[in-house]
């Protein structure tokens, strides 16, 4: 079956520092794959997305590019924010038959000022 | 657009006693589907639904009943509630045609004593 897995965390880093929190999948085909997060007390929110291998899915200078030949979906932000503290889920979603989301166990980051 | 909804925010049940928790979206999405959240597991799939009147199982199906009698509403209904099914649980809709971006309801916190 399809998977995700991601680093585990906290995530603790300085503001300004760069950011990158690892995920690699598996599945059969061509999944679509996506960042969400989760900010305290809120639900999930898309960040960004890749719908195909070698795309390069980009929200408020996170960045993650699709690897079909590593399998994998690494997010990456050059210089973190406090406001940026959340929580990040990796998720990919089947390109045939069932169309939920398959989500990594997420990662919680901590910027501090 | 409200988007997606959910009611109630907040639940505490005793073990045994039922519930329905309530989802709602006005984007004429076709495709709805329930995750719980859990602490370090991620967001996993409780039902689905491609379209009114279809409806069928996730990862976790037990102990939970889903319909779909309209394209707008998919409640969730815990028949016999339990401590394992205290959770964070979470509405999603996904657009039928070419769609890959679900879209999520705030969540609803259930605690089962």
């Known amino acids: 079956g399809n998977s995700v897995t991601q680093m585990e965390g906290p995530v603790t880093l300085s503001e300004e520092a760069f950011l990158t929190i690892n995920c690699t999948y598996t599945?059969?085909?061509?999944?679509?794959l996506f960042w969400y997060v989760q900010y305290p007390g809120e639900g999930l929110q898309l960040l960004l997305k890749a719908t195909k291998a070698d795309d390069k899915g980009s929200n408020k200078g996170f960045e993650a590019t699709y690897r079909k030949e590593t399998t994998s979906f690494h997010l990456e932000k050059g210089s973190v924010q406090v406001s940026d503290s959340a929580v990040y889920f990796c998720a990919l979603s089947a390109s045939t038959g069932r169309r939920a989301l398959t989500f990594g166990s997420g990662t919680r980051l901590q910027v501090q000022p | 657009n409200a988007g997606v909804t959910q009611t109630p925010k907040f639940q505490v049940l005793k073990t045994g006693q039922s519930m329905t928790l309530q989802c709602a979206q006005d984007m004429n999405h076709e495709y709805m589907s329930w995750y719980r959240q859990d602490p370090g597991m991620g967001l996993r799939l409780i039902h689905y639904?491609?379209?009114?009147?279809?409806?069928d199982q996730g990862e976790v199906p037990n102990g939970y009943n889903v319909s779909r009698s309209t394209t707008e509403d998919f409640p969730l209904r815990l028949l016999s509630a339990a401590p394992s099914q205290t959770s964070v649980y979470f509405c999603?809709?996904?657009?039928?045609?070419?769609?890959?971006?679900?879209?999520f309801g705030p969540g609803t916190r259930l605690t089962v004593t």
């Open positions: 599945a059969t085909g061509y999944p679509s």
């Open positions: 639904s491609v379209g009114a009147g279809i409806t």
């Open positions: 999603a809709t996904l657009r039928g045609q070419g769609g890959n971006e679900q879209y």
